[in-house]
């Protein structure tokens, strides 16, 4: 019971992600860069040294704000609409084989140990539109993230994980 309370007070992330790594299921979570930069509809195109796999869901995010405490859903919300600026963003990720893949479904992540840095991070995180997905092992060579207008942001990282089915799929 003390471990549930611990992880409740941790963040709904970190909840989801020692649930996976308990129940034996790999999580990964690779930064594509930890400084700040620009979006711009020209893109920014990023790889890594650390190979990026797909494990069944899996999202690009960039950093809008660090230092962000947990607070009502309403307030979040207002503070991620803020700070994403009405702007509009994608990702297209480029596989072994040379496919492309779209990532234009974006939602907001609050994090209480952030992937970029070490504290609360609210991010913008862009996933495969409802029905689409990845097939599963896929290798990811390379993150292109684009915005419609400049959009500041703190970094961006790339997340996969397991999809977790219920008994009914």
């Not at 963003?89 to 140990?113: K, M, P």
């Not at 896929?138 to 993150?143: L, P, Y």
Request: charged fraction near 20%; include cysteine.
């Amino acid at each position: 019971m003390v471990f549930l309370a611990l992880l409740l007070s941790t963040g709904c992330d970190r909840i989801d992600k020692e649930i996976s790594h308990m129940a034996g299921f790999g999580e990964q979570t690779v930064v594509l860069s930890s400084q700040p930069f620009e979006l711009t509809s020209q893109g920014r195109i990023f790889t890594s040294k650390e190979q990026m796999k797909v494990l069944g869901v899996s999202s690009v995010c960039v950093v809008l704000k660090t230092h962000q405490p947990m607070a009502p859903q309403s307030e979040m919300d207002r503070d991620f609409e803020s700070l994403l600026k009405g702007e509009k963003i994608s990702a297209t990720l480029t596989d072994g084989n040379g496919r492309e893949h779209s990532l234009d479904g974006v939602g907001q992540a609050w994090s209480r140990h952030g992937a970029v840095s070490s504290v609360e991070e609210i991010s913008a995180c862009l996933s495969c539109a409802c029905g689409s997905r990845i097939p599963d092992g896929t290798v990811i060579k390379s993150v292109q993230i684009k915005s419609d207008k400049p959009l500041p942001v703190l970094g961006a990282y790339w997340e996969s994980m397991p999809k977790i089915e219920g008994p009914n799929g």
